[in-house]
């Protein structure tokens, strides 16, 4: 059983950055994909990033490139997501995920493991 936490949500103006981080515990060993999706409330859910800890491949949504970034602390079983130049529109609750395989950023279903989510503000 996987257990994600995350942190690193808040509050900022528009241009300003932020860097989520999610800690994964319960498991060893094994490689998996983590990473992020985010809910804009009254919308559906959407992934933004994952990072697959085996391979090293990255999946990115269209709307973070050049904007957000994601990377790992293996040694922490960490991920994180720093996102810079933030807009009104990535206001959302953002969460990590997790699953064997990276098909859910990548448009097929949903991660098996999901964190509480932390919220991000943006304001103009």
């Known amino acids: 059983q996987i257990q994600l936490v995350e942190s690193g949500g808040g509050s900022v103006q528009a241009g300003g950055s932020l860097r989520l981080s999610c800690a994964a515990s319960g498991y060893t060993g094994n490689k998996i994909c983590m990473g992020w999706f985010r809910q804009v409330a009254g919308k559906e859910r959407e992934a933004v990033a994952g990072f697959h800890t085996g391979s090293g491949r990255t999946y990115q949504s269209d709307f973070m490139k050049g904007r957000f970034t994601i990377s790992q602390d293996g040694t922490k079983n960490t991920v994180y997501l720093q996102m810079s130049s933030l807009k009104p529109e990535d206001t959302a609750m953002y969460y990590c995920?997790?699953?064997?395989?990276?098909?859910?950023?990548?448009?097929?279903?949903?991660?098996?493991?999901w964190g509480q989510g932390t919220q991000v503000t943006v304001s103009s």
């Open positions: 995920a997790a699953d064997n395989f990276c098909d859910a950023w990548i448009g097929h279903g949903q991660p098996f493991y």
